[in-house]
């Protein structure tokens, strides 16, 4: 029994350090080849350090304003699903109801649907309505994507939220809508975290949305500016495309740094109803 064990143990241990691996030679790659002169599909360490392949990217054109678009798309997005999912489940998560389950049964076939199958009526629904090509028609459309999962999440960790507390705002005069916003949303907060970094991120690696929505240059997002560095006939600017890569990365990295304290605690509601 003890050798079964070890043996299973171990080759648990091999599995996760493959899939480990897997993960991290991508990364090792764009973080090498970033500062590598003579910068291929191989991962390897340079044979030099350069920051030329920065210095070329960092132009308005090519980052600056395709990060400025993906900012402004992805933060406004995130704030439109975060206030709209938050304003879902509260009814969901603290006025029972027969409805309550095939509504969110029903949400949740929507996140199910490929995107490919709905972007011709969407397509034509913006055209009719002068929102294609447009930022503020992208950012509802990328809130109304990530909407059906952020309203399950967020509900999730709504109804972790003691009602003794609502009630008691209640009886001191406050409204349904000031306790969630005063009392509801500030002691759920690592919910309202997972649910801004989920959402941000979806938003920002989306590639086909952007490009079927918006079609001046100007407006494009950087998910969609990145497929300028593959050219013609196999020609990929590797270095250049490693370095808009880290560059591309910063926001998402930093937004996570922002809210890990957040996504780390914990309600400790536990002794906040005793008494």
């Known amino acids: 029994m003890p050798r079964n064990r070890s043996s299973r143990r171990l080759a648990a241990d091999a599995a996760l350090l493959a899939v480990a691996v897997a993960f991290a030679l991508p990364l090792a790659w764009v973080a090498l080849s970033s500062v590598d002169p003579h910068a291929g599909l191989r991962v390897g360490l340079p044979d030099g350090l350069t920051l030329d392949h920065f210095e070329a990217i960092l132009t308005p054109d090519i980052t600056y304003t395709p990060l ?7 933060g406004g997005g995130t704030a439109l699903t975060v206030a709209c999912a938050a304003l879902a489940a509260y009814p969901l998560s603290r006025f029972p109801s027969r409805l ?6 029903t ?14 009526p969407v397509y034509a629904l913006f055209v009719r309505v002068n929102l294609i090509d447009t930022l503020q028609g992208t950012v509802f459309f990328f809130a109304a994507s990530q909407l059906p999962f952020a309203i ?16 008691a705002a209640w009886t ?3 409204s349904s809508l000031q306790s969630l916003v005063r009392i509801v949303l500030p002691l759920m907060g690592p919910g309202v975290a997972v649910v801004t970094v989920f959402s941000f991120v979806m938003m920002w690696g989306n590639f086909f949305v952007p490009f079927m929505l918006l079609l001046t240059p100007d407006r494009m997002p950087a998910s969609v500016s990145i497929n300028d560095f593959f050219g013609n006939r196999g020609m990929v600017a590797y270095g250049q495309l490693a370095a808009f890569s880290v560059v591309y990365s910063t926001p998402v990295l930093l937004l996570y740094v922002l809210v890990a304290r957040r996504l780390g605690g914990g309600f400790a509601l536990g002794g906040a109803v005793k008494g």
């Open 68 to 74: 400025l678009n993906s900012l402004i798309l992805c």
């Open 152 to 167: 399950w999440l967020m509900k999730n960790f709504m109804d972790g939220v003691p009602k003794e507390l609502e009630e």
């Open 100 to 105: 309550n389950r095939p509504f969110l049964l």
């Open 172 to 174: 001191d005069g406050a």
């Open 107 to 120: 949400i949740l076939f929507a996140t199910s649907l490929p995107i490919t199958a709905i972007m011709v």
